[in-house]
């Protein structure tokens, strides 16, 4: 994994899952987006899962009464992911060994100051991917 952090404005950010249990700062700027279109990415999170990161030790949990890691079971690599419990939020992705934990970028607070740098595992992607140029429609409606 490419660690290249620096657009995000914010030197903390926060962030959290759904219901509020499992919360997290992170001190210092976060990677860019990556969004990736594995199949496993794809069965956890519903479709393509946008990611940033940060160096491990950069993370603090602020609240972590719902996290549980488990072992990515369909995976090659030995990945782990945590999710919080109650909720269901997805929240990390890990590689045992590395000093790395990617977050999903849907639950850092916003403002966020990321921006999307590319999609990985493209030829990978949902034959039903939704592409650029299709109407869009406000909240609500």
Avoid: K, Q
Avoid at 94 to 122: N, Y
Wanted: net charge negative; glycine share 10%; proline share 6%.
């Amino acid at each position: 994994m490419r660690l290249v952090y620096g657009r995000s404005m914010a030197e903390t950010h926060s962030g959290g899952c759904l219901c509020g249990s499992v919360r997290y700062r992170v001190d210092g700027p976060l990677r860019d987006v990556i969004t990736c279109h594995c199949g496993e990415c794809r069965r956890m999170h519903g479709g393509a899962a946008p990611y940033t990161a940060c160096p491990a030790d950069h993370l603090e949990l602020v609240a972590d009464d719902g996290l549980t890691w488990i072992a990515s079971p369909a995976s090659a690599t030995s990945a782990e992911r945590a999710f919080c419990r109650h909720c269901g939020s997805s929240l990390f992705w890990r590689m045992p060994g590395r000093d790395a934990v990617s977050i999903a970028a849907g639950t850092v607070d916003e403002p966020s100051g990321l921006a999307s740098a590319e999609h990985i595992w493209w030829d990978a992607r949902a034959d039903w991917e939704v592409p650029d140029g299709l109407p869009t429609r406000a909240a609500g409606t």
